[in-house]
Nanobody, 126 residues
C-alpha cells in the first residue's frame, strides 16, 4: 500500500489549508486512517483519525474545533481540512493507514499503523 499526501504549503496564520492522502489500492476502505505531524526538534504527534467508513473521528486537543478529518471511500482518499492555522501548526504532516476488521476503530498511536506516506510540509507564518 502506498500513501501519497498533497496540499501542503506556506500560509499565513488564520488561513486554511486542506491536505489529501490518496492510497494506491482499491481496498483502502479496509483501513482506518490517521494524520500525524512532526515539527523540527519535536516528536511525532497524533493529529486526527478517521474510521474505515469515515463516520467516526478523533482529534488531538490542540486541533479540535479547527481541523476536520474526512474520507472519500470511492476515491481512496482521506482529507485533513485545517482552519484557523497557527504558527504552532507548522510541521511535516503524514497520513497513515491501519488495516482493521472493525469499521468504527480509531487509532491514536503511531506504531500501530501499517503504512505511512512520506509527508507534506505545512508552514504557517505569523
Amino acid at each position: 500500500v502506498q500513501l501519497a499526501e498533497s496540499g501542503g504549503g506556506l500560509v499565513q496564520a488564520g488561513k486554511s489549508l486542506t491536505l489529501s492522502c490518496t492510497a494506491s489500492i482499491g481496498t483502502f476502505r479496509r483501513y482506518a486512517a490517521g494524520w500525524f505531524r512532526q515539527a523540527p526538534g519535536k516528536e511525532r504527534e497524533f493529529v486526527a483519525a478517521a474510521s474505515r467508513d469515515g463516520v467516526d473521528t478523533d482529534y488531538a486537543d490542540s486541533v479540535k474545533g479547527r481541523f476536520t478529518v474526512s474520507r472519500d471511500v470511492a476515491k481512496n482518499t482521506v482529507y485533513l481540512q485545517m482552519n484557523s492555522l497557527e504558527p504552532e501548526d507548522t510541521a511535516v504532516y503524514s497520513c497513515a493507514a491501519k488495516e482493521t476488521v472493525f469499521v468504527s476503530s480509531l487509532f491514536r498511536t503511531a506504531n500501530v499503523y501499517d503504512y505511512w506516506g512520506q509527508g507534506t510540509q505545512v508552514t504557517v507564518s505569523s
